[in-house]
C-alpha cells in the first residue's frame, strides 16, 4: 500500500481487520514528492514534468509497493485533498491504482467534492472497492493458496 493524500488511512483501515497479518505486508506513506521517488521508484523526470498528482504517478506508486514491499497487489492514493490546488490540480483531484500480480496496473481517476476529511476518506474508501473489485475478477490472486498478499 503506497498513499499520499490519505496518509495512513488505508493502511489503517487494513491492519484494522482481526488476521489482517495473514495478508497485510506493511506500507509507505510517501506524503512528499521526493519520497515518492525514493522510496516508491516514480520516475523523477515525471514527478518533475507533472508533479504528483498524475494517473501515471499512481500506476508507478501502486507497482512500486507491490514491488518493494515483496507483495502480490499493490494499491496507492495519490491526490489534492484541499485546502488548496496543487500541481495544477483542484481540489478533489485523486487517482488510485491496483497494481495486480502479474504486472497489471489499473487506475481510476475521481473527482470529489467536500472538505479535506470527507475528501480524504472517500479516497481510501475508493481505492479498497477498486482492490476487492480487482480481487473478485482475478484468477491469480495467488497461486497454490488462498491468500493473498497486499
Same mark, same amino acid.
Given at each position: 500500500m503506497a498513499e499520499s493524500l490519505t496518509g495512513g488511512l488505508v493502511a489503517a483501515e487494513l491492519a484494522g481487520v482481526p488476521g489482517a497479518s495473514r495478508s497485510f505486508r506493511g506500507s509507505v506513506t510517501a506524503y512528499a514528492t521526493p519520497l515518492k521517488h525514493e522510496l516508491l521508484g516514480v520516475d523523477a523526470t515525471l514527478l518533475a514534468a507533472r508533479g504528483a498528482v498524475d494517473p501515471e504517478v499512481a500506476r508507478q506508486m501502486a507497482a512500486g509497493v507491490r514491488d518493494r514491499l515483496g507483495a502480490d497487489w499493490g494499491i496507492s492514493t495519490t491526490g489534492v485533498a484541499g485546502p488548496e490546488p496543487q500541481d495544477g490540480q483542484p481540489v478533489g483531484t485523486v487517482f488510485i491504482a491496483v497494481a495486480g500480480p502479474v504486472g497489471e496496473v489499473e @487506475? !481510476?481517476?475521481? =473527482?470529489? &467534492?467536500?472538505? $479535506? &476529511?470527507?475528501?480524504? &476518506? !472517500?479516497?481510501?474508501? %475508493? @481505492? #479498497?472497492?477498486?482492490? %476487492?473489485? $480487482? #480481487? $473478485? =475478477?482475478s484468477t491469480v490472486a495467488h497461486p497454490g493458496s488462498d491468500q493473498t498478499s497486499v
Open positions: @487506475v !481510476a481517476e475521481l =473527482r470529489l &467534492t467536500g472538505d $479535506r &476529511t470527507a475528501i480524504r &476518506t !472517500a479516497s481510501r474508501d %475508493a @481505492v #479498497l472497492e477498486l482492490l %476487492a473489485g $480487482r #480481487l $473478485r =475478477r
